[in-house]
C-alpha cells in the first residue's frame, strides 16, 4: 500500500498498486478531487481501479454528515452472489447437462437495457414502502416487471466450477453493514456453482439520475471537474431521502439476484449447498477513526466499485469471462476502510475495446480455455481487464483467499447493448 498526500490539499489516502503502472493517473487524479471535498474524511484506491463519473470506479470515499449519489453510482447496490448448487461437476462436462444449464440461463433472467418479464416476479421486496422517494414510487411497476433481470454492460451469469482451498473452515458465517449476508459451510474440494453480478437496474439509475441532479443544483459553486461529486447533508429531507432509497434500491438488488438464483435451482430441480453475496455500489453507515484525530464516529463509506472487507466477511470479486474469480474473506484492514477491489478492473473503453477485438479470435482463446459464452458484447472480452492474479498479489493485506471459481457457461448482453454500468 502506498499512501497519495493528495497535492489537491484534500485528505490523503491509500492506494493498492502503483500510479501509473497498475492504476492510471487520471483515476488518481478523481480520487484526489473526491478526497478535497469539505466533507471528505478518508479515502482509498483499490488495485482494479480506472476511470468513473466523479469518484472512480474501484474508489472508497467516507465522508462526515453527507451522501455522494454519484460516489454510489448509476447502479446502486449492485452485486455479486454466488450459489453452490446440489448437482454432480460433471454436468458441465456432457453436453445432455450442458443443454440443461444453457436452457436455464436463457428462461431465468433477461439481458439488455430494457429487459423485464412479461409475468413479474414474485418477491416480498415488492412489498416494502417504495414511497421513500417519489423517484422510487413512479418506478415501482418498472421495477416489479424487471425483477430477476441482469441488465447490460459488465452484467452475467455464469456457471463453473468452485474450488474451495485446504484450511478454509467447515462453517463460516458472517453478516456485514447493511444486512447482506455471506456464508460457506464447505469442504475442500470442487462444486458446482452459479455466479451472477447485476444490480438495481433502471430504477436505480433513475435514483441516481434524479438525486445527483439535485446534489449538483444545491452545490452550483463546486469548481469544475468536481460537478459530479455533489453531496446531498444528512442533516436536510434530500440527504435522508436519497438515502432511504439508496438502500431500497440495495434490497431490490438483492432480491433480484435471489430471484435469479432460486429461479435457476428450482428449473434444475436441486437445492443450494451454500452461497455468498456482496453489495459493491453503495455508501454504508459504519463506525470509523478520523485519521487526523483518530476519534472514532458514524461516517458514511462510499465504495463505487469496491467490495466490503471487513474483518471475517465474505465476498466475491470476479475476474473476466475467461479469469477466476474469488471468493475472499475480509482481513478488516482500517487504512482501506474496510474494502477491497470489485473485480479485475478495466485497461481500456469500451469503444476501444471494439476496435482492438474480433469475435473470432476472442472465441478461439475462450474455446481453447473451456469456456462457453452464449452471448456477450466485444466490449467485455477478456483482453479489456486488468490481470486479476496482479490484482489479487496487490491487495494481500486486504482480504484472503478462500475459493476460487472458474467461469465453464457464461451469459452477458448481446453484442450491440450499450452498456448502463
Known amino acids: 500500500m502506498r499512501t497519495d498526500q493528495n497535492s489537491t490539499g484534500g485528505v490523503p489516502f491509500g492506494v493498492w498498486g502503483e500510479i501509473g503502472l497498475d492504476i492510471d493517473e487520471q483515476s488518481a487524479a478523481q480520487m484526489r478531487s473526491a478526497c478535497a471535498?469539505?466533507?471528505?474524511?478518508?479515502?482509498?484506491?483499490?488495485?482494479?481501479?480506472?476511470?468513473?463519473y466523479g469518484l472512480p470506479i474501484g474508489g472508497v470515499l467516507a465522508t462526515r454528515d453527507a451522501v455522494v449519489p454519484y460516489a454510489v453510482g448509476v447502479d446502486i447496490g449492485c452485486r455479486m452472489k454466488l450459489s453452490v448448487l446440489d448437482l454432480p461437476l460433471?454436468?458441465?462436462?456432457?453436453?445432455?447437462?450442458?443443454?440443461?444449464?444453457?436452457?436455464?440461463l436463457e428462461s431465468e433472467t433477461r439481458f439488455g437495457v430494457g429487459g423485464e418479464f412479461e409475468r413479474p416476479k414474485q418477491h416480498a421486496v415488492m412489498d416494502r414502502d417504495w414511497g421513500v422517494s417519489p423517484v422510487t414510487a413512479r418506478h415501482k411497476d418498472r421495477a416489479w416487471r424487471q425483477l430477476g433481470t441482469s441488465g447490460s454492460g459488465n452484467h452475467f451469469v455464469e456457471f463453473g466450477v468452485?474450488?474451495?482451498?485446504e484450511g478454509t473452515p467447515r462453517s463460516v458465517r458472517q453478516s456485514f453493514t447493511g444486512g447482506s449476508k455471506a456464508e460457506?459451510?464447505?469442504?475442500?474440494?470442487?462444486?458446482?456453482?452459479?455466479?451472477?453480478?447485476?444490480?438495481?437496474?433502471?430504477?436505480?439509475?433513475?435514483?441516481?439520475?434524479?438525486?445527483?441532479?439535485?446534489?449538483?443544483?444545491?452545490r452550483p459553486d463546486l469548481p469544475k471537474g468536481q460537478e459530479r461529486l455533489a453531496w446531498?447533508?444528512?442533516?436536510?429531507?434530500?440527504?435522508?431521502?436519497?438515502?432511504?432509497?439508496?438502500?431500497?434500491?440495495?434490497?431490490?438488488?438483492?432480491?433480484?439476484?435471489?430471484?435469479?438464483?432460486?429461479?435457476?435451482?428450482?428449473?434444475?430441480?436441486?437445492?443450494?449447498?451454500?452461497?455468498?453475496?456482496?453489495?459493491?455500489?453503495?455508501?454504508?453507515?459504519?463506525?470509523?477513526?478520523?485519521?487526523?484525530?483518530?476519534?472514532?464516529?458514524?461516517?458514511?463509506?462510499?465504495?463505487?466499485?469496491?467490495?466490503?472487507?471487513?474483518?471475517?466477511?465474505?465476498?466475491?470479486?470476479?475476474?473476466?469471462?475467461?479469469?477466476?474469480?474469488?471468493v475472499v474473506r475480509g482481513r478488516g484492514s482500517t487504512a482501506s476502510l474496510s474494502s477491497a477491489s470489485h473485480g479485475a478492473g478495466r485497461v481500456m473503453s469500451r469503444t476501444k475495446a471494439r476496435e482492438a477485438?474480433?469475435?473470432?479470435?476472442?472465441?478461439?482463446?475462450?474455446?481453447?480455455?473451456?469456456?462457453?459464452?452464449?452471448?456477450?458484447?466485444?466490449?467485455?472480452?477478456?483482453g479489456v481487464?486488468?490481470?486479476?492474479?496482479?490484482?489479487?498479489?496487490?491487495?494481500?493485506?486486504?482480504?484472503?483467499?478462500?475459493a476460487r471459481f472458474d467461469p465453464r457457461l457464461v451469459k452477458m448482453a448481446p453484442e450491440g447493448e450499450r452498456a448502463e454500468d
Not at 42 to 50: C, F, K, S, Y
Request: glycine share 12%; hydrophobic share 40%; charged share 25%.
Open 37 to 52: 471535498l469539505p466533507v471528505a474524511v478518508a479515502g482509498a484506491l483499490m488495485p482494479d481501479a480506472h476511470v468513473g
Open 90 to 104: 460433471e454436468t458441465l462436462d456432457h453436453e445432455h447437462g450442458r443443454s440443461r444449464l444453457r436452457k436455464v
Open 162 to 165: 468452485l474450488t474451495v482451498m
Open 184 to 218: 460457506l459451510d464447505l469442504a475442500p474440494g470442487r462444486y458446482l456453482a452459479l455466479l451472477s453480478h447485476s444490480g438495481s437496474r433502471g430504477t436505480g439509475f433513475a435514483v441516481c439520475d434524479h438525486y445527483s441532479r439535485l446534489a449538483m443544483r444545491l
Open 232 to 326: 446531498l447533508d444528512m442533516s436536510t429531507s434530500e440527504g435522508v431521502e436519497y438515502f432511504d432509497a439508496m438502500n431500497l434500491m440495495g434490497e431490490y438488488a438483492s432480491a433480484n439476484h435471489e430471484c435469479i438464483h432460486r429461479g435457476v435451482a428450482k428449473a434444475l430441480g436441486v437445492g443450494v449447498l451454500a452461497g455468498v453475496e456482496n453489495h459493491h455500489n453503495f455508501a454504508w453507515r459504519e463506525e470509523h477513526a478520523d485519521p487526523k484525530t483518530g476519534k472514532v464516529e458514524t461516517l458514511y463509506v462510499h465504495r463505487k466499485g469496491a467490495t466490503p472487507a471487513g474483518e471475517g466477511v465474505l465476498g466475491v470479486i470476479p475476474g473476466s469471462m475467461s479469469a477466476p474469480g474469488y
Open 357 to 382: 477485438f474480433r469475435w473470432g479470435n476472442v472465441k478461439r482463446e475462450l474455446e481453447a480455455a473451456g469456456i462457453e459464452v452464449l452471448s456477450a458484447g466485444l466490449d467485455e472480452s477478456p
Open 385 to 402: 481487464y486488468k490481470d486479476i492474479e496482479r490484482v489479487m498479489s496487490l491487495q494481500r493485506d486486504l482480504v484472503d483467499v478462500v
